[in-house]
């Protein structure tokens, strides 16, 4: 079983950056597919990103694609999500997310391990 605690989130400026950490324990993280969530109030939660376990392949939901980057550092079982140009509907509380399957996917329902998330705010 792993466990996953996220940081890095805190409240920036539109047009800034931030970068969200997942550190994992328990396990390690190349035996994993993992993804990121976000959940802004009064909405559903949706996959923003995710990473192959099999390859390494990367994926994105539309409005993200070309300013954050998903990337995972083996040895240090930690995966990251760079944000750059980050705008108001950024806001939301993000969760990293794992599951042992050899693909990736941006369902909720497919993932059994979770973070307790971290709060991003894009305000001015």
């Known amino acids: 079983q792993v466990q996953l605690v996220e940081s890095g989130g805190g409240l920036v400026q539109p047009g800034g950056s931030l970068r969200l950490s997942c550190a994992a324990s328990?396990?390690?993280?190349?035996?994993?597919?993992m993804a990121w969530f976000r959940q802004a109030p009064g909405k559903e939660r949706e996959g923003v990103s995710c990473?192959?376990?099999?390859?390494?392949?990367?994926y994105y939901i539309e409005s993200v694609e070309g300013r954050f980057t998903i990337s995972r550092d083996n040895a240090k079982n930690t995966m990251y999500l760079q944000m750059n140009s980050l705008k108001p509907e950024d806001t939301a509380v993000y969760y990293c997310?794992?599951?042992?399957?050899?693909?990736?996917?941006?369902?909720?329902?497919?993932?059994?391990?979770w973070g307790q998330g971290t709060q991003v705010t894009v305000s001015s």
């Open positions: 997310a794992a599951n042992q399957s050899p693909r990736a996917t941006m369902k909720v329902d497919e993932y059994d391990y």
């Open positions: 328990g396990s390690t993280l190349e035996t994993h597919a």
């Open positions: 990473i192959n376990r099999s390859d390494g392949s990367t």
